[in-house]
Each structure stands twice: as C-alpha cells, then as structure tokens.
C-alpha cells in the first residue's frame, strides 16, 4: 500500500492501489493532523474516504508528518476517521482492501491495543478526538463489523423563560420520526430561533452560560447529544449570525456547516456559477464513496418530480472517474433555480449528514412549487432515518407540514414571548387547506377571501347567501359558502 502526499486532486492519477492525503488546512490548536484521504484503487478508479487526521506518538504542535511518498507508516503513528462514511466507505472496498488500507494507516479503531497505546497522548485528545467521544469510536467500531448503529433518542430545547419543546427520535417508526416541523406566520421567528439551536448545540458550555439568548438543549445522553449540525437556507434576505462567523475562528464542541446562498467569510452571495462549482464538488464526494447508495435513492425519489425524471442525472452513478462528472455541468446548469437548489440542497446533506447530525432548514418551501417541495421533504426524511440524524424545518407551508405525523409538528406563535404548540390535530396526510386553516385562521379572517366575505356579510342588505354570492356576481365557491352561511347564522344571533 502506497501513501502519497499531493497538494491537489489532479495528482490522483500516477499511482493506483494507493492511498492519497491531501493535507488540509485545519489547526487544532497548532496541531495540523488532518488530511483528506482518496483511494485510488487498482482499475484507477477513486473512492474518497474524507477526512482522516494521522499522528504519531509524541508528535509537537505545528509538526506537518507527511510529505512525499512513502510505502508505509511508522509503528508510532496512529490515525483515525473523522466521520461515519470514512468508515463506510472502507468497510464497502472488496477483497479485503479496507482491512489492508486501515492497518496501513495504523487506525485506532480497528486496532482496539493501538487505541489503548495512544489514548493518554496530547495529540490524540486534543486534536484527534476534538469533535468525537468513547461512544463515536464505538459506532465506528460497530460499522466495520456491518452492525446497524441506529438508536432512539430524545432531546428537549429551553429558553430563558422555560421549555419550548421536546423531540424523540425512534429508527423504526412509521411515520419517521426524523423529521420535525415547525409551523407559524412570518415574522414570529422562526429564522432566529433556527440560528439560536445552531448556537446552542454548537457551543462549549462554559460559553453557552454567557448566551443565554442561545437557550439549551437538555438530554439523558452521557456524552455529546448531536454528531455535527447543518444549517440549510437559501433566502437571499437572510443575514442570521452562524457558529463560525464571529470574526475568528470560535472554538465549537462540534462541527458546523453551512448550506445556502451566502458566503459566510466574504459576506456576500455567491454567483450561479459557484453554486454549480459547490454542486460538482459535492456530487464527485458523493458518487466514489459510501454515499452513492444513499444519492441514489434520494434522487430516486425526487423523480417523482417531471422535471427530475427527464434529466439524465441517473447515468452519474455510472461514472468512473471525477473527470466525468464534469461533463454533466452543462445539464446541472441548464436546471431551473427551483430544480438546482433541490439537487444540491439534497446532495450536500448526503455528503454531511451522519450518525445523530442535527439539520436545521429554513422554509424549504422557497424557490419551490408544491409537489417537489414534498419530494424534498420525503427524499431528507428517508436520509434522516438510514442516517439516524433529526432534522427541525421552520416553515409556513402546509404542504411540509402533511408530510410529518402529529408528534412531529409544532405551531410556532408569539406574543409577549415566543411560543411552541403540538399541533392538535394529525397532521400527517391531512389535507392541505384544513391544515392551512387551523394553522393561519386568524391571518385568514384578516387578509384573504374570507375578510371579503365577512365585509359583505356585516351589509344592512345581506341577510341570505343568494346575496353574498350576487354582490359577488356569483364567483363564490364551496368554502366560501360555507364561510358566508356560518357568518349569516352569526349575524342573524348577533354574534357578528
């Protein structure tokens, strides 16, 4: 097995059987251990494994282990992966080859004695375990021995004025319980309140205490409650602060990332050619790793969608090689915005999302009509659920809120603070415009066909539905008179 140290994915070609580690830039407190593995197996084919950070015993801060090529590690060093798929992926090589590439790199995983060996090392715990603990070594363990990692567990979130709301999350539920909603008006805060569970599930403790804006999250689990959150919104009014974007590089307790239009360090939107960039990246992640599979089926749900079913996107499964995928960029470009948002919203979230990743999606009903926003909406809950990660949507759309059980849906409304309700009522395949009224109710008496209604109903001269529908010139339909008959009988009480 052959290391090779490269600074850019065009060297990926000379060798094959080999492993490439592209070193990146990350600083764990002037540790720099992490790389960006790729193995290029022996038909030149790539697979990338992701992120792996490599050590060895003693190592200094600042020390930069790997240049060149070299046939094999030193007894002294040790690594381990950074992620659920790294460990995927390997497991999924034939013959063998994932066993052969894991002692190469010396993996503490696999290796329960060189775990014990390395366990006290500074470098270990400050930088190889800085966003993991015992029980993520435990499910990767659990991976390479194909055992299936999902589990149940329930989380509570808090504001300074008391619990806002509890979620649980069951693997084997039907409906999924992966996926929760939440519902309200515009301008009641959903976006804040996203951005402030962003805040509150990334932030060390110590800090947290200073935030109390940020709120908590409670739960029985022992060690970290979530693997990794990711914030999806592709508003282009949005300005919310994230994690990361404090001006320097804030220490988290796990990673953040970010799906959407802006450039968060530039401040600025990014152009239609760097989101097709951003796509082709993650599609060529995606397509030569464990996650295939997972791709696969989510755009094979979302070929409900006419448009999806007529693109060629499937034949990408096909490929061999990333220069390939470059080929398709003229398709992906030729997408409607509506059809491009979708495709990499979902694509992004098969790269990143893993065991117990929290995804926070803000009003995926932008950019997109009905039947695909339910299409997404199904393709993310099916992920969520072989994933074992949760995902909270603030939304005002009725059409997101059928696709979750009754469990999962809450009414999100303000008053002098901000308020969480269950919904109460099923949810789940329930019908859009009741839905739509027992949601907005207020806001529709105020605002829509039904304060028209209402205004000829209060007439001196109305006093049957024949008269509502004439001063109408008779464009009345079947809700409207039933809201006209309601109001009459009202009327005739005085009760209007």
Not at 155 to 184: C, K, M, Q, R
Not at 195 to 218: I, M
Request: hydrophobic share 40%; net charge negative; proline share 3%.
């Amino acid at each position: 097995m052959t290391f090779i140290y490269v600074q850019d994915e065009k060297q990926l070609k000379k060798w094959v059987d080999a492993i490439y580690l592209n070193h990146n830039s990350w600083d764990d407190y002037s540790y720099r251990l992490t790389f960006d593995a790729t193995y290029v197996d022996s038909a030149g084919k790539p697979h990338a494994l992701g992120q792996v950070k490599v050590a060895f015993l003693g190592v200094r801060e600042g020390t930069l282990l790997l240049q060149g090529n070299t046939q094999k590690l030193s007894d002294a060093h040790y690594s381990l992966g950074q992620s659920q798929s790294y460990y995927e992926t390997i497991r999924e090589l034939p013959n063998a080859v994932g066993k052969r590439i894991l002692n190469a790199m010396r993996d503490i995983v696999l290796d329960e004695a060189r775990y014990k060996r390395v366990e006290d090392d500074e470098a270990f715990r400050v930088s190889l375990m800085r966003y993991l603990d015992m029980r993520k070594i435990e499910s990767f363990r659990s991976i390479l021995k194909g055992a299936d990692i999902n589990s149940s567990y329930a989380f509570a979130y808090s504001t300074e004025i008391g619990e806002l709301f509890s979620l649980s999350v069951h693997p084997d539920s039907l409906p999924a319980t992966n996926l929760h909603a939440l519902i309200g008006r515009n301008g009641v805060g959903k976006t804040t309140l996203l951005a402030n569970l962003a805040h509150a599930a990334c932030t060390k403790p110590d800090e947290l205490f200073l935030h109390p804006e940020y709120g908590r999250f409670d739960s029985e689990e022992p060690d970290s409650l979530f693997g990794n959150v990711v914030s999806v919104s592709y508003s282009a009014f949005d300005n919310f602060k994230v994690p990361t974007a404090d001006g320097f590089e804030r220490e988290l307790l796990i990673p953040y990332d970010y799906i959407g239009l802006r450039l968060i360090k530039e401040n600025r939107l990014k152009t239609r050619d760097e989101l097709i960039d951003e796509l082709i990246s993650c599609l060529k992640v995606c397509l030569f790793s464990s996650r295939k599979e997972a791709w696969e089926q989510s755009l094979q749900i979302l070929s409900h969608d006419p448009v999806f079913r007529r693109l060629p996107l499937a034949e990408l499964a096909d490929l061999n090689t990333e220069e390939e995928v470059e080929r398709y960029r003229d398709v992906l470009s030729e997408m409607s915005t509506g059809h491009q948002i979708v495709l990499l919203s979902i694509s992004r979230l098969v790269e990143l999302v893993q065991d117990r990743t929290l995804v926070l999606y803000d009003e995926p009903e932008c950019h997109l009509h009905p039947p695909l926003l339910a299409s997404l909406i199904r393709a993310i809950s099916n992920l969520l659920k072989q994933r074992n990660g949760v995902a909270i949507i603030a939304t005002h759309s009725p059409v997101a809120l059928q696709e979750v059980p009754q469990n999962c849906a809450w009414l999100i409304d303000r008053q002098e603070e901000l308020r969480a309700r269950p919904m109460d009522i099923e949810t789940f395949g329930e019908n859009v415009g009741y839905l739509t009224q027992r949601v907005f109710e207020l806001e529709m008496r105020e605002s829509s066909y039904y304060a028209t209604i209402d205004e000829i109903v209060r007439r001196k001269n109305v006093r049957t539905i024949d008269d509502v529908v004439n001063a109408l010139d008779g464009h009345l339909g079947g809700e409207g008179k039933a809201i006209a008959i309601a109001l009459l009988t009202a009327k005739e009480h005085d009760l209007l």
